[in-house]
């Protein structure tokens, strides 16, 4: 059987009593019902100590939605990669595409900050996705493979191989519009092809590629009989214990 990742996307949404109660209730349902599989969440920064407290001992993994390509510095308002690590994140979100689109996040930043990650013990979750204007004018494929070159330029075949690539396209995401499950698998076995090109068949086999973008409990089995899809990242559906439950709880055996 395959592993997937299966990882929630928080936001900018609880406070943190909030985040504990999710991530409690989180772990109370996989303790009833366990699954094989990898289980990611991504609080905010402000919940991060007290979620990390929370799931101590307990098999979801915790992950945090973006950081700063240096250890310290003056740097105001900014989160380091040393920092992450420090409250026990494994996992750090890089390049979502409202970091993109909203906050003029660059390929060059991503580019430093998957290095940073590698280099401070994390493993990065790059996203990489088109706007609708680029899909419906043809550059769907033109866009992903600029943003995938550009983050995993500095890093090695065997840390390309350990991380994480998430299909996200902008159109999708919070728009209740999914793509199709042929639409996911064509951009996402062109990544894999790509990165073999770069870093080596090993690392395009062993890179897990989710996808994202409207991700519910009814949409799951579509996406994930996919050849290259190993995983979604989930957004709003994440926020609800009794929803991302139904994602994570996916059985390969029953949908194939």
Not at 71 to 80: M, V, W, Y
Request: aromatic share 6%; proline share 5%.
């Amino acid at each position: 059987m395959r592993r997937y990742v299966f990882a929630g996307n928080w936001k900018m949404n609880k406070t943190v009593s909030e985040a504990v109660a999710l991530a409690r209730a989180l772990r109370e349902g996989l303790e009833k019902e366990p699954t094989p599989h990898e289980v990611v969440v991504m609080p905010p920064f402000t919940a991060l100590a007290e979620v990390g407290k929370a799931l101590k001992g307990s098999p979801i993994v915790m992950g945090a939605q973006n950081m700063h390509w240096e250890r310290e510095g003056a740097f105001t308002g900014e989160i380091s990669p040393a920092m992450l690590r420090d409250v026990g994140c494994a996992y750090v979100i890089l390049g979502h595409s409202e970091r993109r689109h909203i906050f003029d996040e660059t390929d060059e930043r991503l580019s430093k900050k998957s290095r940073a990650a590698f280099d401070n013990g994390l493993i990065p979750m790059v996203c990489v996705g088109e706007t609708l204007a680029e899909r419906e004018s043809n550059r769907t494929l033109e866009v992903v493979e600029r943003q995938v070159e550009r983050a995993l330029r500095p890093l090695k075949p065997e840390e390309v191989a350990r991380m994480v690539v998430s299909y996200e396209p902008v159109w999708a995401i919070g728009t209740g519009r999914v793509a199709t499950p042929d639409q996911a698998e064509e951009v996402q076995a062109f990544l894999r092809k790509r990165i073999a090109i770069s870093h080596g068949d090993d690392a395009a086999e062993a890179v897990r590629i989710l996808y994202g973008g409207s991700v519910n409990p009814g949409n799951t089995p579509g996406i994930m009989i996919q050849a290259d899809v190993d995983g979604v990242l989930v957004g709003g559906a994440s926020l609800k214990a009794e929803s991302f439950l139904g994602i994570v709880q996916y059985r390969q055996e029953e949908n194939s």
